[in-house]
């Protein structure tokens, strides 16, 4: 069993007695975990040198990883750390959205502990360490990438604190449900599947975290001629609903990291501004216990 995603009785017990935050009981890992994330690690090695962004591959020379073993939490933290002050930070599964933006905002990265079943290295029922420590954490080394986070994190702060004085609770709700739905787009179309230009205008890399760990999507991402690519306009990003469970149709360049920061800027600037208040409402890409999950932090005292 080891620690294999939706098999591993450690996690259930750990989910049972509502622990979110976890450690990593790295002795629970089976040989076939770690053959897994051999596999997984050994067949991205060609894409990541064709498609990943500079600034990932630079993350992955810095931390290390072994590619032979499931890396332990506090080796990623030890080479990472230094860098950019962020942190993996083992959880037991969902973590619902404000607690996720607030751990980035205090630059921890809530990571999944489990790996996928090695019979099925392309299914992923929910996200795993090869998705959370390969595809997302190289990019945590990058101190530009890393205080866009760490602001686009406190984003929703700011959301809980522009609603804590309103005595409509359903107002509240409805506020903070759309608030949090554009915070989750930007999010899926930048950190998750975002694409950029590079300096001559003629390449297009990766440095979205859920292509950057699929070894089928990294290459329809740029390749193929049936995704359609634009240019990042947040006005669009906000407003567009995703669906999970398949390739991406619609993807979005940015031309830089310093875009990318600047971007989280002017989401904060409208988010102040009201412009939030009403984005196109969610069809499947807004879970209950999300939106619950701001309006709890709504409800607390500053
Ligand atoms: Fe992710």
Known sequence: MGLTTTKAPYIEQAVSNGEMYIEQPYELYSADNHATWQRLYARMQDHWARYANQRFLDGLETLCF????????????????????????????????????????????????????????????EPDIFHD???????????????????????A????????????????????????????????????????????????????????????????????????????????????HFEIDHYQPLLFIVDSFDQLYEQVATLEAWMKAGKLDYVTPGWRDMSQADVESFLEASLRPR
Request: proline share 6%.
């Open 133 to 155: 420590i390969a595809g997302h954490v190289p990019m945590h080394t990058d101190p530009a990438f890393a205080e866009t986070l760490v602001r686009f994190g406190a984003c």
């Open 157 to 240: 702060h700011l959301a809980a604190d522009m609603v804590r004085d309103m005595s409509d609770r359903e107002e509240r709700r409805r506020r903070l449900s759309s608030i949090q739905n554009a915070l989750q787009r930007f999010f899926w179309f930048t950190v998750e599947f975002g694409l950029m230009r590079d300096a001559s205008g003629q390449r297009v890399t990766v440095y979205g975290s859920g292509l950057l760990s699929s070894y089928g999507e990294i290459v329809h991402s740029v390749e193929s001629p049936t995704v359609q690519r634009y240019p990042l306009q947040l006005e669009w990003v906000i407003n567009q």
């Open 66 to 125: 072994e590619p032979t073993h499931v890396p332990r939490l506090e080796d990623v933290n030890r080479f990472m750390a230094p860098r950019t002050g962020f942190r993996a930070k083992a959880v037991s599964g969902f973590v619902p959205a404000f607690d996720f933006f607030d751990c980035l905002s205090r630059r921890e990265f809530p990571t999944t502990i489990t790996i996928r079943d090695g019979q099925s290295l392309d299914y992923l029922p």
